[in-house]
């Protein structure tokens, strides 16, 4: 078994409204930064024991499949790396 | 027997019991880690903030065991009422289609609305008439209803719409959407009629005592039926 982190960023689909992220960016605005746009996502940062990066992979995919992301609004990407 | 799920952090449970037995129903909250009575009638998912909202509204009470439970049921006709936090751990569980998210303005909405009942065929809604205009109180800051333009076609064209938020002549209308939510959703079914999901309250317009409300939230809750409780 190896040890791996797995990086798991969760964001909004294409096209889906984030209001917390516009009402951040109008907030930078306010104090005087220009910024053309801003993307919020959530991070999650998992350790794991597994036999290899693939089985890591598939182990954290599920993860984010049934919990961390919603599939309706969310894309996920999933890297991982030895710790 | 009704049983009004409650999790950690849900606060509308005692509501959604007193606002049932007004009407006749026998009606318990039940906490989820004791899983649901041999002769529960009926399921109550009721408002609050469970688990404080973590990772997204609605999420880790969809994981609690109890929702197994409650699904067996759900699919052996035993009627499923989410209300409000209620609602989104009904879509986040996947009992309903979509997702409530975010409110457009990222403000919590507390106020009245008016809805139009859009389709009066279901355990829900039979008390109205197609079209009719009622009204209910919300209180949320993550009602956005999103679902991917794919389901949202399957939803319209196989009417699993309930309630659309309009103004006070039945318009639906951009003004009369409190939270951004996508054709104006407020509520919506399962696979089966008798599941169902909405983000406004009708347990807290249906005691006359509170009159400001209304008591339009009596129509629906009388779709858990029969006021004698059926285990058959």
């Keep these: ?23 951040t960016q109008r907030a930078l605005d306010r104090l005087g930064f220009e910024l053309s746009a801003l993307r919020s996502a959530d991070q999650y940062e998992i ?16 993860m984010a499949d049934r919990l961390l992301a919603n599939p309706t609004i969310h894309d996920y990407e999933v890297q991982i790396s030895e710790r | 027997m009704i049983a009004v799920v409650q999790f950690g952090g849900s606060n509308c449970d005692r509501d959604a019991v007193q606002a049932l037995e007004h009407l006749g129903y026998t009606a318990e909250r039940v906490w989820h880690e004791d899983g649901l009575p041999d002769d529960t009638a009926g399921i109550v998912l009721p408002g609050g903030f469970s688990y404080g909202d973590y990772l997204r509204a609605g ?27 209620g ?8 009992l309903t289609p979509g997702a409530f998210t975010t409110n457009d303005r990222a403000r ?23 079209g009719a205009v009622i009204s209910l109180p919300i209180a949320h800051g993550e009602g956005r209803f ?3 333009d794919e389901r949202l076609s399957t ?18 209308t951009t003004a009369a959407n409190p939270n951004g939510s996508t054709d104006n959703i407020a509520g919506v079914l399962g696979d089966r009629d008798t599941t169902a999901v909405l983000m406004p309250h009708p347990e807290r317009a249906t005691l006359p005592s509170r009159q400001q409300a209304g008591t339009d939230g009596q129509g629906i809750l009388h779709g858990f039926g029969a006021r004698t409780p059926a285990t058959e």
């Design chain 2, 59 to 85: 999420a880790m009470a969809a994981q609690s065991p109890i929702m197994a439970a409650i699904r067996e049921r759900e699919q052996q006709g035993v009627p499923v009422l989410g209300v409000c936090n």
């Design chain 2, 155 to 172: 939803l319209n064209a196989n009417d699993r719409v309930l309630f659309r938020y309009c103004d006070p002549n039945g318009n639906v």
């Design chain 2, 108 to 130: 919590f909405q507390c106020e009245h609305v008016h809805l139009r009942v859009e389709n009066a065929e279901t355990p829900w809604t039979q008390q109205f008439e197609q």
């Design chain 1, 1 to 23: 078994m190896t040890a791996y982190t797995a990086t798991v960023t969760v964001r909004l689909k294409h096209g889906v409204l984030d209001p917390e992220a516009k009402t």
């Design chain 1, 47 to 62: 350790d794991l024991e597994a036999p290899s990066t693939e089985n890591a992979r598939e182990q954290v995919t599920e």
């Design chain 2, 146 to 148: 999103e679902i991917t």
């Design chain 2, 87 to 94: 609602a989104q751990i009904g879509s986040e569980s996947g």
